[in-house]
């Protein structure tokens, strides 16, 4: 199970015992929101892009979409999600599931801005119906992002 390697990239760092696991689907932002009670914006939602090099994953906040012009200019390349089978073979979690954290090495994780507004956010820990609470700082530093990028938009609205 993805969670079982969430938790185990988790336990060194002494925070596994964090994962939160819900008896109701967080499968997607509003079901997320409601299992955790919070708004659907600080729900850190990882989107999966194929590029040349492979898998790009970007974290946002919940009520970001991604804006298709500032996506290429920085990968230099239209924007196009993985299908969940590549989705699984990139990265080894399901949709629903997919994080930034326990990878296999080539996946690239970038932080989009939009979740900046937030002291902590909620992204998910490996399955479909988990999260873990982490502040932006410990989103960056745990998932070993290569940095903050603003490919968002739609989400200054509610700011």
């Known amino acids: 199970m993805s969670i079982e390697k969430v ?12 994962i939160l696991e819900f008896p ?7 079901l997320a929101a409601q299992a955790v009670g919070v708004i659907p914006a600080r729900i850190a939602k990882t989107l999966s892009f194929l590029v040349e ?3 790009v994953l970007i974290v946002t906040a919940g009520d970001a979409k991604i804006d298709n012009g500032r996506y290429k200019a920085i990968f230099h390349t239209k ?3 993985l299908t969940p089978e590549q989705v699984s073979a990139f990265t080894g979690h399901a949709i629903g599931g997919v994080c ?9 994780t970038y932080l989009d801005i939009s979740l900046q507004r937030f002291d902590t956010v909620f992204p998910a820990a490996g399955s479909g119906n988990s999260a873990i609470e982490l502040s932006c700082g410990e989103l960056a530093e745990y998932s070993r992002s290569l940095g903050w990028i603003d490919v968002c ?6 700011v």
Request: aromatic share 10%; proline share 8%.
């Open 7 to 18: 938790r185990d990239y988790f336990r060194p760092l002494g925070r596994e015992g964090d």
């Open 24 to 30: 109701v689907s967080s499968a997607t932002v509003e």
């Open 53 to 55: 090099e492979g898998c």
């Open 79 to 81: 924007a196009k999600m």
């Open 100 to 108: 930034p954290f326990g990878n296999p090495a080539g996946v690239r």
């Open 153 to 158: 938009k739609g989400w200054q609205d509610s």
